[in-house]
């Protein structure tokens, strides 16, 4: 198996508002989420969240702690939210096992103990995409299916908007210390989510797109409201979205996105919001 990470440092708006192309790709962008027999992460100081991927294929892989954590286990210090975006797999923690259909979810506490990933059939890799951030205690493990979700369906077909937002590692749910997590699909026909925009600036973000066809893109837009800016992406990528940035998107097709937040409350409601015409 093979660990790859690198560190993102954060940005002030004013000088985000003056990146080019390039620079915005660089810093908010992460192309490379899943790779056979890889851990790939990124370590975002933004509220210090982890955005990773775990694709086992050939072999079992392990969460290595990695050195910027400066802990015995990846855990020691952190709570960790898993999709599995893949064919069936296990995470194991510690002694005990989770086994995890398409779209299901895994909480893990904080506390020091071996995490591995594993997929059921080689020829249908699980695809393991987490977010984890700091913890100040130790809250139980728990898997965590749509059936657990707090749905929330929203937006319209007229509006191009018409979605189910699943909240699943959410505190009505069950209890974290920091970290949210939950899934938007988008109904066929429709292609923008998060509108209105808002930000929050109690918490940041980070999304994942997937199911999203080969030949179709998502167009992700981040900025201060009147400062907008956009990046194009493909299937099974994911961006950072600061605490003082929107995070919308539009679409040439339908979609499913992974939302996870880190910060200084669990309020979901807690949201500063723009009117689309107001958006510049």
Same mark, same amino acid.
């Given at each position: 198996?093979?660990?790859?990470?690198?560190?993102?440092y954060?940005?002030?708006? /004013?000088?985000?508002?003056?990146?080019?192309?390039?620079?915005?790709r660089?810093?908010?962008?992460? !192309?490379?989420?899943?790779?056979?027999?890889?851990?790939?992460?990124?370590?975002s100081m933004? @509220? *210090?969240?982890?955005? &990773?991927?775990?694709?086992?294929?050939?072999?079992?892989?392990?969460?290595?702690?990695?050195?910027?954590?400066?802990?015995?286990?990846?855990l020691?210090?952190? +709570?960790?939210?898993?999709?599995?975006? &893949?064919?069936a797999?296990?995470?194991r923690? =510690?002694?005990?096992? %989770?086994?995890? =259909?398409?779209?299901?979810a895994? %909480?893990?506490?904080?506390? /020091?103990?071996?995490?591995?990933?594993?997929s059921?059939?080689? #020829?249908?890799p699980a695809?393991?995409?987490?977010?984890?951030? &700091?913890?100040?205690?130790?809250?139980?493990d728990?898997?965590?299916?749509?059936? /657990?979700?707090?749905?929330?369906?929203?937006? #319209?077909? !007229?509006?191009?908007? +018409?979605r189910?937002i699943?909240k699943m590692?959410?505190?009505?749910?069950?209890?974290?210390?920091? $970290?949210?997590?939950?899934?938007?699909?988008?109904?066929? =026909?429709s292609v923008?989510?998060?509108?209105?925009a808002h930000?929050?600036?109690? *918490?940041?973000?980070?999304?994942?797109?997937? !199911?999203?066809?080969?030949?179709?893109?998502?167009?992700?837009?981040?900025g201060?409201?009147?400062?907008?800016?956009?990046?194009?992406m493909?299937?099974?990528?994911?961006?950072?979205?600061?605490?003082?940035?929107?995070?919308?998107?539009?679409?040439?097709?339908n979609?499913?996105?992974?939302?996870?937040? &880190? =910060? !200084?409350n $669990? @309020?979901?409601?807690d949201? @500063?919001?723009?009117?689309i015409?107001? $958006?510049r």
């Amino acid at each position: 198996m093979k660990t790859n990470y690198e560190v993102r440092y954060a940005a002030h708006p /004013d000088d985000a508002k003056c990146y080019d192309t390039e620079r915005l790709r660089r810093d908010f962008l992460i !192309e490379r989420v899943f790779a056979a027999d890889e851990v790939n992460m990124v370590y975002s100081m933004y @509220d *210090r969240m982890i955005v &990773g991927g775990a694709m086992p294929v050939a072999e079992t892989l392990r969460l290595e702690a990695i050195d910027p954590l400066k802990a015995p286990c990846f855990l020691t210090r952190r +709570e960790m939210g898993i999709f599995n975006v &893949g064919g069936a797999g296990t995470v194991r923690a =510690g002694e005990k096992e %989770y086994r995890l =259909g398409y779209k299901e979810a895994l %909480y893990l506490g904080m506390g /020091d103990r071996e995490v591995t990933f594993a997929s059921d059939d080689a #020829s249908a890799p699980a695809r393991f995409y987490f977010n984890s951030v &700091g913890a100040h205690c130790t809250y139980p493990d728990r898997k965590v299916t749509k059936a /657990d979700a707090v749905v929330a369906h929203m937006g #319209s077909l !007229e509006g191009s908007n +018409e979605r189910d937002i699943n909240k699943m590692i959410v505190s009505q749910v069950l209890p974290t210390c920091r $970290l949210q997590m939950g899934m938007t699909e988008l109904a066929p =026909g429709s292609v923008w989510n998060t509108m209105p925009a808002h930000i929050h600036s109690r *918490r940041m973000e980070a999304y994942f797109y997937f !199911e999203v066809p080969e030949d179709q893109a998502v167009c992700h837009f981040m900025g201060e409201p009147h400062q907008t800016r956009h990046i194009w992406m493909r299937g099974e990528q994911a961006v950072l979205s600061p605490e003082w940035s929107i995070h919308s998107a539009a679409a040439t097709h339908n979609y499913t996105f992974i939302w996870g937040m &880190g =910060g !200084e409350n $669990l @309020d979901y409601g807690d949201q @500063d919001f723009f009117a689309i015409t107001d $958006l510049r």
